[in-house]
């Protein structure tokens, strides 16, 4: 009889856990369901950001490019422009150089 008692207690409380276990496994659902859509946001905003940083970058490195290219045509130029010019200053640049080195 004791056994009894004590079975029909455990199996009581069982059904009770299972349904106390029910509502908070809906809420832990209804949890992770609420942070999964706030890590979805963040996760877009945080690809918008990058792709926008990433516009920019390609912008800034074209530019550099365009400024590259300008200063290699100025410098080609100015050397079949005044090559004697560009020669001394070759020269001269090289003689300085040479007195540091001693």
Known sequence: MANETLTSARSGDAETSRDGGALQSDAARARAA???????????????????????????????ISQRDAAAAAARRHLHERP???????????????????
Do not use: I, K, W, Y
């Open 34 to 64: 609420r942070a999964t859509e706030r890590a979805h946001q963040m996760v877009d905003r945080v690809g918008a950001g990058l792709h926008t940083a990433a516009e920019s970058l390609g912008n800034a490195a074209e530019s550099a």
């Open 84 to 102: 004697f010019v560009v020669l001394g200053a070759a020269f001269a640049l090289g003689f300085v150089l040479s007195r540091l080195m001693r």
